[in-house]
């Protein structure tokens, strides 16, 4: 259990961080950068739910928004190999949570007409803000692969952050009155 007695502690005011095996890095380390883009795409979806209250969209992203928590713990904790010495069970993404993500891409799917176009990302505002946190999530899968090229990264992290972009994606149709409100890219028309 986490408790929070204090919210400042004055440790980081040099620019360096605490990971969760305590090492301490810069701020600007590219597994703070990782875990803080995952953070911003938190706060984004709930941006997104507020536009979702009252729609089965809204305990979907709920459940995400506690994955990203869990993702967040996962990339702040480098040393997959240590995990076992920490003295308490390390919390990992696990495969079961992408599978998830999975079933629900196929049920949305299976409510949508195939795209003949690009769409942009536009209609209603849950819409908007799902494709905005969409591409928030891009940006963190990017940084997170990135962290892979340099050091340990769990998997299962990166398949989640790959996935959940595609269940944002799909989720934005579901939200533009599943499809038929999406806004489409038109090649070249205002040339």
């Known amino acids: 259990m986490v408790v929070l007695n204090k919210i400042y502690t004055r440790t980081g005011d040099g620019g360096d961080t605490a990971l969760g095996n305590n090492d301490r890095v810069p701020k600007h380390s590219e597994r703070v950068s990782a875990y803080g883009t995952v953070d911003e795409l938190n706060a984004a979806l709930g941006v997104a739910r507020l536009h979702a209250r009252g729609e089965s969209i809204d305990d979907a992203l709920s459940r995400i928004q506690n994955d990203l928590f869990d993702l967040g713990a996962d990339l702040c904790r480098p040393d997959m190999e240590k995990d076992g010495e920490a003295g308490y069970p390390v919390l990992r993404m696990s495969d079961g949570q992408t599978r998830r993500l999975e079933a629900e891409i196929d049920a949305m799917i299976e409510r949508l007409e195939p795209l003949k176009s690009f769409i942009l990302p536009a ?67 205002n040339r």
């Not at 940084?143 to 972009?165: F, I, K, M, Q, W």
């Open 123 to 189: 209609g209603s505002e849950l819409a908007a803000h799902l494709h905005l946190a969409r591409t928030v999530a891009r940006r963190a899968e990017r940084l997170a692969v990135e962290l892979a090229s340099s050091e340990g990264v769990n998997g299962a992290a990166l398949t989640y952050l790959n996935r959940l972009s595609d269940w944002l994606f799909c989720a934005a149709r579901i939200a533009n009155d599943e499809g038929r409100a999406d806004v489409l890219w038109i090649p070249g028309a």
